[in-house]
């Protein structure tokens, strides 16, 4: 099976979360150079940390980058998947196809290492994509986040913490190339949480996290909610939410927007009337376009 064909096992609405995928192949991004399963980090005791980039073929210089950060709750995704109902390989099309190169990350999930563990490895993705630019195509000063659900999480806290003039050591940690400029120009986020408290109880009721996620230290919890990073210098914001969001309530964006704007961000909030988790009831085609229409704005 190409990837491209890969489907969810029903059209709309929820299913049983996948056990595997049948054996797939790629014909690859269109129009794009890849590299697949570059190592960004070792983590002793743990698999190396990887990400794939995708870069236009033709460009007559470097390119802007998007760092592409999936979701799955913090406990599942792959860099290589979107969300099955979008159809694969469509989201990274549509940036090369744009002229921007595309990076999707893989980072350690909550089973495998509590918080900030997942917030170190984006920002070592970022460094090491930054530090390797002149080689892969990339310009390093023309970059942004894009992620979905818990990846917008991720990828809001590497806009927001990245930009400010010193950034905190023990978000942003040392792994990888362990230094290096991690501000970014622009980001857009799917439908993420601004705060976590609401997943974090160990009462059952919570759709993803216990305690463990965060150490049981209500401190890193409170670190880890984008709402909390909030300043002056986050660079231009476009949030995109369903109205009808059962997962994480369209509320998270709302709140999130109005502290943006208190801040003086330059913030734009778009609600899909109908629209579930992942868009789910709406096609997703005018909200990838949109997304990669504030990117190029913002990355020429």
Same mark, same amino acid.
């Not at 979107?82 to 999930?109: I, K």
């Given at each position: 099976?190409?990837?491209?064909?890969?489907?969810?096992?029903?059209?709309?609405?929820?299913?049983?979360?996948?056990?595997?995928?049948?054996?797939?192949?790629?014909?690859?991004?269109?129009?794009?150079?890849?590299?697949?399963?570059?190592?960004?980090?070792?983590?002793?005791?743990?698999?190396?940390?990887?990400?794939?980039?995708?870069?236009?073929?033709?460009?007559?210089?470097?390119? #802007?980058?998007? %760092?592409?950060?999936? @979701?799955? =709750?913090?406990?599942?995704? &792959?860099? !290589?998947?979107?969300? *099955?109902?979008? /159809?694969?390989?469509?989201?990274?099309?549509?940036?090369?196809?744009?002229?921007?190169?595309?990076?999707?990350?893989?980072?350690?999930?909550?089973?495998?290492?509590?918080?900030?563990?997942?917030?170190?490895?984006?920002?070592?993705?970022?460094?090491?994509?930054?530090?390797?630019?002149?080689?892969?195509?990339?310009?390093?000063?023309?970059?942004?986040?894009?992620?979905?659900?818990?990846?917008?999480?991720?990828?809001?806290?590497?806009?927001?913490?990245?930009?400010?003039?010193?950034?905190? #050591?023990?978000? %942003?940690?040392?792994? @990888?190339? =362990?230094?290096?400029?991690? &501000?970014? !120009?622009?980001?857009? *986020?799917?439908? /993420?949480?601004?705060?976590?408290?609401?997943?974090?109880?160990?009462?059952?009721?919570?759709?993803?996290?216990?305690?463990?996620?965060?150490?049981?230290?209500?401190?890193?919890?409170?670190?880890?909610?984008?709402?909390?990073?909030?300043?002056?210098?986050?660079?231009?914001?476009?949030?995109?939410?369903?109205?009808?969001?059962?997962?994480?309530?369209?509320?998270?964006?709302?709140?999130?927007?109005?502290?943006?704007?208190?801040?003086?961000?330059?913030?734009?909030?778009?609600?899909?009337?109908?629209?579930?988790?992942?868009?789910? @009831?709406?096609?997703?085609?005018?909200?990838?376009? !949109?997304?990669?229409?504030?990117?190029?704005?913002?990355?020429?």
């Amino acid at each position: 099976m190409d990837i491209r064909e890969l489907r969810p096992p029903v059209p709309d609405g929820p299913f049983p979360p996948p056990t595997h995928y049948p054996p797939i192949s790629t014909t690859g991004v269109r129009g794009a150079r890849s590299w697949t399963g570059l190592t960004y980090a070792f983590v002793h005791g743990f698999r190396p940390l990887t990400l794939d980039l995708h870069v236009p073929t033709g460009a007559s210089g470097p390119v #802007p980058l998007v %760092v592409w950060i999936h @979701g799955g =709750g913090w406990v599942e995704g &792959d860099r !290589r998947y979107v969300p *099955l109902q979008w /159809g694969q390989q469509t989201l990274f099309d549509t940036v090369v196809g744009a002229g921007m190169a595309v990076a999707t990350v893989d980072y350690r999930l909550l089973a495998e290492e509590p918080f900030p563990a997942p917030v170190h490895d984006c920002f070592a993705a970022l460094r090491y994509l930054r530090r390797y630019a002149p080689d892969l195509g990339v310009d390093p000063g023309r970059v942004g986040v894009w992620g979905e659900s818990a990846g917008a999480q991720l990828a809001a806290l590497l806009a927001f913490a990245g930009s400010r003039p010193y950034a905190d #050591p023990h978000l %942003v940690g040392d792994l @990888g190339v =362990g230094s290096g400029p991690v &501000d970014t !120009r622009a980001a857009v *986020l799917f439908y /993420g949480p601004d705060r976590l408290e609401e997943f974090a109880a160990d009462d059952g009721g919570a759709p993803f996290l216990g305690a463990a996620a965060f150490q049981g230290d209500p401190d890193v919890l409170r670190a880890m909610a984008p709402a909390e990073h909030v300043h002056g210098a986050v660079p231009p914001t476009l949030l995109m939410h369903g109205a009808s969001d059962g997962v994480v309530g369209v509320e998270h964006s709302e709140r999130l927007h109005a502290a943006l704007l208190g801040a003086g961000v330059d913030s734009t909030l778009e609600i899909t009337p109908g629209a579930d988790h992942c868009f789910i @009831g709406t096609p997703i085609g005018p909200h990838l376009d !949109r997304a990669v229409a504030h990117l190029r704005q913002h990355l020429r």
